[in-house]
């Protein structure tokens, strides 16, 4: 499938070269030299008066046993009964908008990935789902396809009260159901800024409250879903996600230090929640970047749903190539290969989301009461 890749955009990254100087296609060809090497070796002797069956037959007897109990063959057995699951399947459209903020201090540790790839499975499904890149990083409107050069009108424009959001959002090239506001490096000088202006922290939830407003007054169709995809800080852009929200989802890697900074992350919600936005609630976390081998892995889950029962999804985001690779094409893995373990596990988590019930409460109804 990610075939067709070849003829989108080119990835942006550059090609690094071996301390020999040879490039990483040609280091690879080395090794498959070596490889090469290895199949001649298993080779019964006298080949050539085999027929291609028993050369075949050879080559399947060379090739290790992969059982249901390795972690490669439970990877394959899942990503199975995913695709059984998720194929052809419709998600359920909520009551009413459900805002999510995904938010962890932490850096690196999926917030982003979850963000693009949660709203562009539900968007495959049939759902509308609006991103909102509150990053100066601008890695969600990346993922997207959506033009966030220095200069568009943005999450920026939007909090400073320069444009409404009807007049920034954008539409997604992949589907038309998938819109996002974009984010530009000018949201970097956002947090100073924001500190003179009246409402500082309610920005975006005034923004996102009127915008709802106006898509229901112009009939243009109901938001399922908002995904807020925050820095990793708790600054003044975090704590306007967390205003506008009445959900937060929290990706945690299966890694050592996981859970170090969740309680000052939990403290600051409560902060929110005390002050600012007594609806908001941590409805959901989400294991990422699960190396399946490992039993790290399988601790830090297993201390994650000790801690968080209820909020933790079933399904665990395996850590995978094609995932990385995805935002150096400008797509989701969802977009990029949509039959990768990654993309399936998203899937799964999406479909996992829409049939949990949303919160009783709203912070932002598209009639304008609260
Ligand atoms: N499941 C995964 N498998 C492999 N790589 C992943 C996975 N999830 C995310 N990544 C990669 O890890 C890096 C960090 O992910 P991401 O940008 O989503 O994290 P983040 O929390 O949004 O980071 P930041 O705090 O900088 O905003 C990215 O390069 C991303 O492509
Ligand atoms: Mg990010």
Excluded: W
Excluded at 32 to 42: F, I, K
Excluded at 75 to 88: F, K, L, N, P, Y
Excluded at 90 to 105: L, Y
Excluded at 255 to 281: C, D, F, M, V, W
């Amino acid at each position: 499938m990610h075939r067709s890749v070849q003829t989108q955009r080119r990835p942006q990254f550059h090609v690094k070269h071996g301390p020999d100087g040879r490039s990483p296609r040609r280091l690879g060809r080395h090794q498959n030299e070596g490889l090469a090497n290895h199949v001649t070796d298993v080779r019964p002797t006298g080949e050539d008066s085999l027929d291609d069956a028993a050369r075949r037959a050879a080559l399947l007897e060379s090739i290790p046993d992969v059982g249901i109990d390795t972690p490669l063959g439970a990877q394959v057995a899942t990503d199975q009964r995913r695709h059984a699951v998720i194929s052809g399947s419709t998600f359920e459209t909520p009551s009413q908008t459900r805002v999510f903020t995904v938010a962890n201090q932490k850096g690196g540790v999926g917030k982003t990935t979850t963000a693009v790839n949660i709203a562009a499975a539900m968007t495959r499904a049939g759902l509308t789902v609006l991103v909102i890149d509150n990053d100066p990083q601008g890695n969600a409107s990346t993922a997207l396809g959506i033009e966030h050069g220095s200069g568009t009108p943005s999450t920026y424009d939007v909090l400073l009260g320069d444009s409404s959001m009807a007049e920034v959002v954008q539409t997604s090239p992949y589907n038309d159901k998938l819109l996002c506001v974009p984010s530009t490096i000018d949201l970097s000088g956002a947090e100073i800024e924001l500190v003179t202006v009246d409402s500082r922290e309610t920005r975006l939830r005034e923004a996102l409250r009127s915008y709802l407003v106006h898509r229901t007054a112009e009939g243009l169709g109901r938001i399922d879903y908002v995904f807020i995809d925050c820095p990793p800080s708790l600054g003044l852009l975090t704590v306007n996600a967390f205003s506008a929200a009445a959900e937060v989802l929290i990706p945690i890697q299966c890694e050592y230090y996981a859970l170090e900074g969740l309680s000052q992350l939990l403290k600051n919600i409560e902060l929110i929640r005390a002050h600012l936005n007594p609806a908001l609630t941590v409805s959901t976390i989400l294991l990422t970047m699960s190396d399946v081998r490992t039993n790290l892995a399988r601790e830090v889950a297993a201390e994650v749903r000790e801690h968080f029962a209820e909020q933790t999804l079933r399904t665990v985001i395996p850590r995978s190539v094609r995932i990385s690779e995805a935002p150096s094409y400008g797509q989701s893995v969802i977009q990029y290969d949509p039959s990768s373990s990654g993309a399936l596990a998203y899937a799964e988590a999406a479909r996992e989301i829409s049939r949990r019930p949303g919160p009783t409460t709203s912070t932002t109804s598209e009639d304008g009461t609260a």
